[in-house]
């Protein structure tokens, strides 16, 4: 064997050991790439997996807390149907205003409100603390000859509406308020909460109650002829 066949064979066995090499890195490069496509494949598949659970769970609770909702609503209101009834059947003399009261507390009662407070509520209405005046108006008294807007008065910003009525002094005109002082007026008052009504002879005082806060409203007779004056007290209930 020759110079030249010696080098043909070194160089034959060098090429098949660099195409062995490349052949090698070939099946592993295609080995960690079917490897990565696969794993990528299963972590969206998982990651989709999840998000559609998440979803059915959220709209699970979804579901849940509306159903939830409403079965409170049923309970407060079937509560409050059972204290009213129950505080109903204690009411026996047929006085309307009593019965109307005890609703009320029911409905209190009903909210979850503690009996402690509305016992509180209720005696602090004889005495309420820290009273402050917030307002002061007068508004003309309606009677069977005049009527018209300067009979209703918006206090508080529009938060409470007054309107009185009484009977006509015997110079009351169409054009000319005048009431008989004398003479009991009726006062409705509208507020968020209801309405109430009053009636007495002047001066006298109402009030109503608004969260943790009395409104005193006292009416007495005013300088302008026809006309009473509205004075709103704000008084704290704690």
Same mark, same amino acid.
């Given at each position: ?132 005046? $917030?307002?002061? &108006? ?8 005049? *009527? +018209?807007?300067?009979?209703? %008065?918006? #206090? ?52 109503? $109650?608004?969260? &943790? ?8 007779? *005013? +300088?302008?002829?026809?006309? %009473?004056? #509205? ?8």
């Amino acid at each position: 064997m020759d110079y030249f066949q010696t080098s043909e064979r070194y160089r034959k066995q060098e090429m098949r050991k660099l195409f062995s090499t490349i052949v090698r890195l070939s099946v592993m490069a295609l080995c960690i790439w079917i490897g990565w496509f696969w794993g990528f494949n299963q972590r969206a598949a998982l990651t989709a997996s999840s998000n559609d659970q998440i979803i059915r769970l959220t709209q699970q609770n979804e579901r849940l807390e509306q159903r939830l909702a409403t079965l409170s609503s049923e309970l407060q209101a079937e509560k409050q149907k059972r204290v009213e009834s129950e505080l109903l059947l204690e009411t026996t003399d047929g006085n309307s205003a009593q019965k109307r009261l005890n609703r009320q507390v029911a409905r209190y009662l009903a909210k979850g409100i503690d009996e402690d407070q509305i016992s509180l509520a209720l005696k602090s209405l004889s005495s309420p603390l820290r009273c402050r005046p $917030i307002e002061t &108006t007068d508004i003309a008294v309606a009677t069977s000859f005049f *009527a +018209g807007r300067e009979s209703m %008065a918006e #206090l508080i910003g529009g938060g409470i509406r007054v309107f009185m009525e009484g009977q006509a002094g015997r110079e009351a005109t169409r054009d000319k308020p005048w009431f008989d002082p004398s003479s009991p007026v009726s006062v409705r008052i509208a507020y968020l909460n209801g309405e109430k009504i009053h009636t007495g002879t002047l001066p006298f005082e109402t009030s109503i $109650i608004a969260d &943790t806060w009395l409104v005193r409203i006292k009416v007495t007779e *005013a +300088g302008l002829q026809g006309y %009473a004056t #509205l004075t709103l007290d704000k008084c704290s209930l704690k």
